[in-house]
């Protein structure tokens, strides 16, 4: 399957869901926000959300400070 | 004063009370009748220093320098340097700010000098001396509450604006009841987790109200690497995106400020309708 990350096609060979999709790029899931198809997510939905040929995903990366 | 035939009087706004002079009115002129002491002539929001014609429409502010204006007159010489017509769009306005530390308290700041109307900003911490290197906080507020003395610091710049000071760690469960009906939220918390966990939640939950976030300003990298990006529908986020609070690299006012204030003309351009990228 095809996924937009941050507006970069990226291609899947294995079925994937937002949990999953964060460990393979090695994101902290606990430090990025999710936006799917113009939706936001919460942690609470990453494993239920089953990732489809054509999403398209924005992964918002924090650092600390402030 | 003898009635002015309509065809030969223009509006204009004298102290931001609108009124009517003689046409070909001007500015001396006008200070000479509305107050001789006037020693600061403003126009359209810049300060003259000449005499000069004014129009239909004008927008003059006349002050004393070093005197105290009194209640009345207080707003209007407060916002006498303002973009003409900024102050009647945000002066309804409210803004909740997530967050009284490097961030939260400079962008506070920085919006009640506008007078954005309504501010609520909610932090559980108190004042203590790590804070002073970034924070608008004060050597004799140390062991206060920050949001108890960010709202005396207020009140010392605009006595107008409506704070609403949370003493408070917000939470997935608590952050609706804080913030129900900005008109902007602000993110400006220090910690990354945090950052992400009140994000996700409140768009999730108020899903038309823009967030302006913050992340990447630690050290003293270059200033022009902190920008204003819309990140997700309703998301901003300013910063540099990388430099992040680590040993060895501390939180300084510098960047922390620069951020801060992108953040806060985020929020400006977003209460008037424009795009903050």
Redesign the interface.
């Known amino acids: 399957m095809k996924l937009s990350l941050n507006g970069q096609e990226r291609e899947f060979t294995v079925p994937l869901n937002v949990e999953q999709l964060l460990e393979q790029l090695e994101l902290n899931r606990?430090?990025?926000?999710?936006?799917l198809n113009?939706?936001?997510?919460?942690?609470e939905n990453y494993v239920d959300t089953q990732l489809k040929d054509g999403d398209k995903l924005?992964l918002?990366?924090?650092?600390?400070?402030? | 004063m003898a009635a002015i035939p309509p065809n030969i009087i223009m509006q204009i706004f004298v102290n931001e009370q609108s009124c009517q002079v003689a046409a070909e009115t001007r500015l001396y002129e006008l200070r000479d009748s509305e107050n001789q002491q006037a020693d600061l002539l403003i126009v359209n929001g810049y300060p003259v220093s000449a005499d000069q014609p004014l129009y239909d429409g004008d927008r003059v502010v006349l002050i004393v320098r070093g005197a105290v204006p009194t209640s009345d007159d207080l707003e209007a010489l407060l916002m006498a340097r303002h973009t003409p017509g900024v102050h009647e769009k945000i002066k309804g306005s409210c803004v909740g700010i997530a967050g009284a530390g490097g961030l939260g308290s400079q962008v506070a700041v920085a919006l009640a000098r506008i007078g954005v109307g309504r501010l609520i900003v909610a932090d559980f911490d108190l004042v203590e001396p790590s804070n002073l290197n970034r924070q608008h906080y004060f050597i004799d507020q140390i062991g206060l509450p920050k949001v108890v003395a960010l709202k005396e610091n207020i009140k010392r710049i605009n006595p107008a604006i409506k704070f609403t000071a949370l003493a408070l760690k917000i939470t997935p469960a608590n952050f609706k009841a804080s913030f129900s009906g900005v008109d902007v939220m602000v993110e400006a918390f220090d910690d990354a987790e945090q950052k992400a966990l009140l994000i996700s939640h409140f768009l999730r939950t108020f899903s038309q109200v823009p967030l302006v976030a913050g992340s990447g300003m630690a050290g003293f990298s270059p200033s022009n690497a902190i920008v204003t990006r819309r990140v997700a529908k309703n998301l901003y986020l300013c910063g540099d995106g990388v430099t992040e609070a680590r040993p060895g690299q501390g939180l300084m006012a510098p960047r922390v400020g620069i951020v801060a204030h992108h953040q806060a003309n985020a929020v400006l351009r977003l209460l008037l309708g424009e795009e903050p990228e």
């Open positions: 606990n430090q990025v926000v999710v936006e113009s939706d936001i997510l919460t942690a924005e918002i990366q924090f650092v600390g400070g402030g």
